[in-house]
């Protein structure tokens, strides 16, 4: 089995900022690929940031220069460092891993985490 723990939401101010961790844990050959998504009230689930084994990373367009995504691959861990949050970032941050469990796994398997609350207040 594999697991995705996040930690790191919270409520936080207009202008604030928050750090969310994601561990992945449990049968794990390696990971390709890590991810944060979000989902607000009423809205889809969209792509926040992304980052790679190799370190490309990816943000959207609502993420680009307020956040950052970094991965801890001893660790399989990924973080995402949140600066200068809104209100329209209040949402259930998921995180999304691309793992491949054993060394003769011919497909990866994408993984989710339970969800963290991040809520930004006027």
């Known amino acids: 089995q594999v697991q995705l723990v996040e930690s790191g939401g919270g409520l936080v101010q207009s202008g604030g900022s928050l750090r969310l961790s994601c561990a992945a844990s449990g049968t794990i050959f390696s990971i390709n690929a890590m991810a944060w998504y979000r989902q607000a009230p009423g809205k889809q689930r969209e792509l926040v940031a992304s980052t790679t084994s190799r370190g490309m990373t990816y943000y959207s367009e609502s993420a680009k220069g307020r956040f950052t995504i970094s991965g801890d691959n001893a660790k399989n861990t990924v973080y995402l460092q949140m600066n200068s949050l809104k209100p329209e970032d209040t949402a259930v941050y998921y995180c999304?891993?691309?793992?491949?469990?054993?060394?003769?796994?011919?497909?990866?398997?994408?993984?989710w985490g339970q969800g963290t609350q991040v809520t930004v207040s006027d």
């Open positions: 999304n891993a691309e793992i491949k469990r054993y060394s003769w796994s011919k497909l990866d398997t994408h993984y």
